[in-house]
C-alpha cells in the first residue's frame, strides 16, 4: 500500500521557520523524483520545489528561492521541506508528490499539512 505522511506543518509568525517532512511507503523511494506543491484558498496548486531521484538536481519556484530547501533521505524514504523567512503569502496547504523517474503516469500524492504564516 503506497503511502506518503506529510508532517510539521503549522502557525508560524512572519518571518519564522517550519520543516516538513514527508515519510514514503509501499514503493521504490529511490526511483522517485519528489516534489511539495502547495494550494491556497481558491488557488491552483502549484508546484513549489522538486529533488531527482538521487538527489543530484533541485528546483524552485522563483518566489521561494533563497527561502526554501528540499533535500531528500533515501534511506529514510524520506522528502524535506526547509522553508525559512516565511510570508504571509506562503499560507496553504503543502501536498508531497513522488513522480517516477520514467514514467510520468507513476505519480502518487499526500494528504497534505496546513501551514499558516500570520502575526
Known amino acids: 500500500q503506497v503511502q506518503l505522511v506529510e508532517s510539521g506543518g503549522g502557525l508560524v509568525q512572519p518571518g519564522g521557520s517550519l520543516r516538513l517532512s514527508c515519510v514514503a511507503s509501499g514503493f521504490i523511494f529511490n526511483f522517485y523524483h519528489m516534489s511539495w506543491y502547495r494550494q491556497a484558498p481558491g488557488n491552483e496548486r502549484e508546484l513549489v520545489a522538486t529533488i531527482t531521484s538521487a538527489g543530484a538536481i533541485t528546483y524552485y519556484v522563483d518566489s521561494v528561492k533563497g527561502r526554501f530547501t528540499i533535500s531528500r533521505d533515501n534511506a529514510k524514504n524520506t522528502v524535506y521541506l526547509q522553508m525559512n523567512v516565511l510570508k504571509p503569502e506562503d499560507t496553504a496547504v503543502y501536498f508531497c508528490?513522488?513522480?517516477?523517474?520514467?514514467?510520468?503516469?507513476?505519480?502518487?500524492w499526500g494528504q497534505g499539512t496546513q501551514v499558516t504564516v500570520s502575526s
Open positions: 508528490n513522488a513522480q517516477h523517474r520514467w514514467n510520468i503516469n507513476n505519480k502518487y
